[in-house]
């Protein structure tokens, strides 16, 4: 306990800081261009912006006409049909009957429900 005491009264910080603490007096709050930006310009507007700029693909003019891109803001339909090609299938359902998905037994469900431990029980 003693020798605790002893370290603490004589611990100095590895930091020395310079003079006090100041916030400026002026702060120039006016939007610039990031240093490492192509172009080291602002873009005139957000929605200008945004018909260039990508996130998983181009965000431009679909975003634009409709809310939630160009795939998810319209129901499936509206895409039109879609067929799988010759040799491709859905789900494995359609696919001969070997390949089918297996039925869970009772034994399986209960031992997924207990987290393993009626298996041991």
Do not use: C
Not at 31 to 58: I, K, V
Not at 85 to 107: C, I, M, Q, S, V
């Amino acid at each position: 306990m003693r020798l605790t005491r002893v370290l603490l009264q004589k611990r100095q910080p590895l930091i020395k800081f310079l003079g006090k603490r100041h916030t400026p007096k002026q702060v120039d709050h006016t939007p610039h261009a990031h240093p490492a930006s192509p172009t080291h310009e602002l873009p005139e507007s957000f929605a200008s912006y945004r018909t260039r700029a990508q996130q998983h693909g181009p965000l431009g003019a679909a975003q634009t006409a409709q809310p939630y891109g160009a795939i998810g803001g319209r129901p499936g339909r509206a895409l039109g049909p879609v067929e799988p090609k010759k040799g491709e299938y859905w789900d494995r359902n359609e696919l001969p009957k070997r390949f089918h998905r297996t039925r869970w037994t009772a034994a399986e469900m209960e031992a997924l429900e207990s987290g393993g431990a009626s298996m041991f029980g």
